[in-house]
Every structure is written in structure tokens, then in C-alpha cells.
Antibody, heavy 121, light 108 residues
């Protein structure tokens, strides 16, 4: 059974840092490209970052480039998002969705519950 | 960046009626266009991928069409559980992967 469980969210002050984790199971994680997608309160989804299965390639939205770093530990089946220099506009629920039939960083038919990040003084 | 524009922003319909939702891309995305449904407090749910393919478990009343820059999601005979927000998403030209602004289908 496919599972992704996001964790690490919380309240952080502007300028602060946070590291999100996504524990994956039920699919060949090391072969799968993965993405982080976020959704601010009352807004639509926004793609944040993607990483290849081998971690050899990474991609970022302009809004987070230079502040966020996506990484993975295939030995632990875990995806990470290191978030630095956080801003109020980074407040959102962060998801690490996946695909149950193939390695797609850009097509997601399984989503976890997400983890809420709140950036506020 | 490929901008996706959805219309209308809100669709007010009664159960049993059909809904037609539009998504227009600022440049061609071929058929790499997906549709997601989202209800309050829930994660998005994949309905349609590659313009016209229903995801696993999605009822046949949901159908997608289009290619290039113009796409349509049709819901034939709205059920009470279909009232939600619908987003289109392109995966042709990335980064970045982009979403539309959403169409809310509400009960009239």
C-alpha cells in the first residue's frame, strides 16, 4: 500500500528555517522522481521543487530558488525540504504527492495529509 | 512559464445538471494537462491525466478533452459529492509545473 507521511511543519518566525520530511513506503522510492507541492490558505496548489530518483537533478520554483533545498535519502525512503530565510508567503500546507503507477515528478494520484508551515512573528 | 487560465471562476449548478469547465494555456502543452478535484480540508484528487484519461476509480461522468492550449473538463450529471474546486495542471513545459487558478462548482 502506497503511503507518504509528511512531517516537520510548525510555527516559525520570518527569516527562520525548517526542515520537512516525507516518509514514503509501498513503492520503489529510489526509482521515483518526487516533488513538493504546497497550498497556501485559500489558494490553489503551487509546485515547489522536484528531484530525480538518484538525486542527480533538482528543480525549483522561482519563488523558492536559493532559499529551499530538496534532497532525499534513498536508504531511508525519505524526501526532505530544507527551508531557509522563510517569509510570510511561505505559509502553506506542504505535500509530497506521488504516483502509484510510475515515476512521475509531475503527475500525482496519491497525496498524504500534508504538514502545515506557518511563518509569523 | 506556462500560465493556465481557468473559467469560469465559479459555476452555480443544480444536482443532475452538467458542468463544463475550461482551462486555457498560454502556450501549447500538447496533451500534458491534468485535472484535480479538491474538497475543503482535503488534498487534491487526480481526476484526469493527459487531457482525457480518467485516473483509477474516477467515475465515467468525468471526462476531459482538448489539446494544445484549450482544454475542457465535463461532469455529466452532477452528483452531490461533485461540488468542489477543480484545478488544471500542466506538465509539458517545466520547470515550473503550473496550476490554474481553479473553478468552484457550487450548488445553485
Amino acid at each position: 500500500e502506497v503511503q507518504v507521511v509528511e512531517s516537520g511543519g510548525g510555527l516559525v518566525q520570518p527569516g527562520g528555517s525548517l526542515r520537512l520530511s516525507c516518509a514514503a513506503s509501498g513503492f520503489p522510492f529510489s526509482s521515483y522522481a518526487m516533488s513538493w507541492v504546497r497550498q497556501a490558505p485559500g489558494k490553489g496548489p503551487e509546485w515547489v521543487a522536484a528531484i530525480s530518483g538518484s538525486a542527480g537533478s533538482t528543480y525549483y520554483a522561482d519563488s523558492v530558488k536559493g532559499r529551499f533545498t530538496i534532497s532525499r535519502d534513498n536508504s531511508k525512503n525519505t524526501l526532505y525540504l530544507q527551508m531557509n530565510r522563510l517569509r510570510a508567503e511561505d505559509t502553506a500546507v506542504y505535500y509530497c504527492p506521488t504516483n502509484t503507477w510510475g515515476s512521475f515528478a509531475d503527475l500525482w494520484d496519491f497525496w498524504g495529509r500534508g504538514t502545515l508551515v506557518t511563518v509569523s512573528p | 512559464e506556462t500560465v493556465l487560465t481557468q473559467s469560469p471562476a465559479t459555476l452555480s449548478l443544480s444536482p443532475g445538471e452538467s458542468a463544463t469547465l475550461s482551462c486555457t494555456a498560454s502556450q501549447s502543452v500538447s496533451t500534458y494537462l491534468s485535472w484535480y478535484q479538491q474538497k475543503p480540508g482535503q488534498a487534491p484528487r487526480l481526476l484526469i491525466y493527459d487531457a482525457s484519461n480518467r485516473a483509477t476509480g474516477i467515475p465515467a461522468r468525468f471526462s476531459g478533452s482538448g489539446s494544445g492550449t484549450d482544454f475542457t473538463l465535463t461532469i455529466s450529471g452532477l452528483e452531490p459529492e461533485d461540488f468542489a474546486i477543480y484545478y488544471c495542471q500542466q506538465r509539458s513545459n517545466w520547470p515550473p509545473i503550473t496550476f490554474g487558478g481553479g473553478t468552484k462548482v457550487e450548488i445553485k
